[in-house]
């Protein structure tokens, strides 16, 4: 049995369109072309932000205001086929799982009981600051009393990575999120998934 900690957006949820569209509506964009939305695909929230012509100093505040918005937007959200899957398959099996999150936990909570797996997660750590992951899930572990060898982070962005890794925390990387997939297996992660079935196999493995 292992401890397995998701992140949320661009690993369970499908929230790319809303993230692209909010900040680009921030951005003075009224509405993004296909073309504009193609340029934005693999990048991270932070890539994106930079690409939309923020500075990072607006990250923060940027980042707030999206996920107050965003509790109106989750009821438009879909979780990536072939997750609400995994994540019963891997509760039937006896891991323990976990979301740690810079969304809300108001809107993880959300989001979770819509797609009718809220019950399989033993904790929901949400309105984690975005440069604070790794001491967040250091937190968790301690908090839960759970060996680092016993815990696994799922992540699609870079700094899901970076973060676990900080700590000595295996990570697994998904590449169907926001963050290039080079760039993901540049990091070197402990795994690569590119399915749900493949994330499957590879939490199954290690």
Known sequence: MAAIIFD???????SFDYVAGFMAKEAGIKELSSEQKQSLRNMSMSGMARH?????????KLFFKGRRRMHQAIKNLDSFDGMPQLIRKLNAEGHELFVLSTNSTRNINHFLRQ????????????????FSKA??????????KIEIDQAVYVGDE???????????????????????????????????????????RILEEI
């Open 115 to 130: 797609e009718k797996i809220h019950k399989y997660f033993l904790q929901i750590y949400g309105g984690v600051g975005i």
């Open 135 to 144: 001491s967040a899930l250091r937190q968790l572990l301690k908090g839960q």
């Open 52 to 60: 939309l012509g923020y500075h990072w100093w607006d990250a923060p």
């Open 8 to 14: 949320m957006d661009g690993t369970i949820a499908d």
């Open 158 to 200: 870079i700094r899901d990575v970076e973060a676990a890794q900080s700590i000595g925390l295996r990570a697994v990387a998904v590449s169907w999120g926001f963050a290039n997939r080079n760039n993901l297996e540049a990091l070197k992660p402990t795994g690569l998934a590119d399915t749900p079935d493949e994330l499957m």
